[in-house]
């Protein structure tokens, strides 16, 4: 396991202040909110599943620039088990020898996305992380419901782990990642998986039962609304009193002691903010080195939209470096 330097958790400034003036929302995000209200599109929700989940994919290329070019990138079908679970393995230039190596699930609700849809994102992560990047393609809801998921999750970072050096990975510095419900998913991962080196959490959806101030602040206006969210959990729940179990909700595990260093990243205007705050508080306190980057002005998604919001390669440059001393960490004697 790596051993990360200590860095002192400063929780960021309240999304609303005792007066109510919010910190102001970027310009870009702003514009690109109007434009898309201006569209008058039905929610993607609100459209059969075939159709809402081509409408997100298709989606993604007028948000999202082309990631950099890879090494090589290799479809992997990883062991499950309910099947083989597909994953996609990024390789960026000037790997030398055994290279560390990120897993990552994506976002959508647990519903939407797939490989394709974080592509870029991938190839990105890969470039700054100076890393091999493994995007696995877990069962999506309602097809598959709680916990297809996180079974997923987990078959496939134990595989990918065990698989390590004949992939060139070196097994002592692999870390786990995603973005919104892949944050969740990595969170979760990571309480049950104790030699990872790192787990990085992009706006993480840590708490079914939805009850953080910022889910009624940022309820709506701010592309993920708390209906969009209802919407998800009760296609992904069977029973809605599986959201107090911690594979559902990772926030609700009793201790995180032990668990590894962390970098989370938050934006002002997400109903999710609150709770990934609350998250890495928790994790401070349990002794895990937290880096915690908070976008004021930015909305849910906005690390994906790079081809509308400067913000968006600010946010991977930020994780890039997080991982690059991450991996120039000392390891520990195992023993």
Request: hydrophobic letters at 40%; a neutral charge; aromatic letters at 8%.
């Amino acid at each position: 396991m790596v051993t990360a330097k200590k860095v002192r958790y400063q929780p960021p400034q309240r999304s609303l202040r005792k007066g109510g003036e919010r910190p102001p929302l970027d310009p870009e995000a702003r514009t690109f909110l109007e434009f898309a209200a201006a569209l008058g599109r039905p929610p993607s929700y609100s459209l059969p599943y075939d159709e809402a989940r081509q409408a997100v994919h298709d989606a993604g290329p007028k948000l999202s620039l082309p990631g950099p070019e890879m090494a090589s990138v290799a479809d992997l079908a990883v062991p499950g088990g309910a099947g083989a679970i597909r994953a996609r393995l990024y390789t960026p230039p000037e790997l030398k020898g055994q290279a560390p190596l990120l897993i990552f699930f994506h976002g959508g609700g647990f519903v939407y996305c797939d490989l394709d849809t974080h592509d870029g994102l991938c190839r990105s992560l890969a470039m700054n992380g100076r890393c091999r990047v493994a995007s696995v393609d877990y069962r999506l809801a309602p097809e598959a419901i709680f916990p297809a998921a996180c079974d997923d999750a987990l078959a496939a970072t134990r595989w990918l782990v065990g698989q390590a050096e004949r992939m060139d990975v070196d097994p002592r510095r692999i870390a786990i990642g995603g973005d919104s419900a892949g944050g969740n998913l990595a969170a979760g991962v990571a309480q049950m998986v104790p030699s990872l080196a790192g787990q990085l959490l992009i706006y993480p959806w840590l708490d079914m039962r939805m009850r953080h101030r910022s889910h009624y602040v940022n309820a709506n206006g701010y592309m993920l609304t708390r209906a969009s969210l209802l919407w998800f959990r009760s296609h992904y729940l069977a029973d809605l009193n599986q959201r107090d179990d911690p594979r559902a909700s990772p926030i609700l595990t009793p201790s995180l002691v032990g668990l590894p260093p962390a970098f989370m990243l938050t934006a002002g205007y997400d109903p999710l903010r609150d709770e990934a705050i609350d998250y890495a508080r928790r994790l401070n306190e349990a002794g895990v080195p937290v880096r915690h980057s908070e976008h004021r002005g930015q909305i849910h998604g906005f690390a994906m939209m790079n081809r509308v919001m400067s913000a968006a390669d600010v946010a991977v440059q930020e994780i890039g470096d997080w991982l690059v001393d991450l991996w120039e960490q000392p390891i520990s004697d195992p023993s």
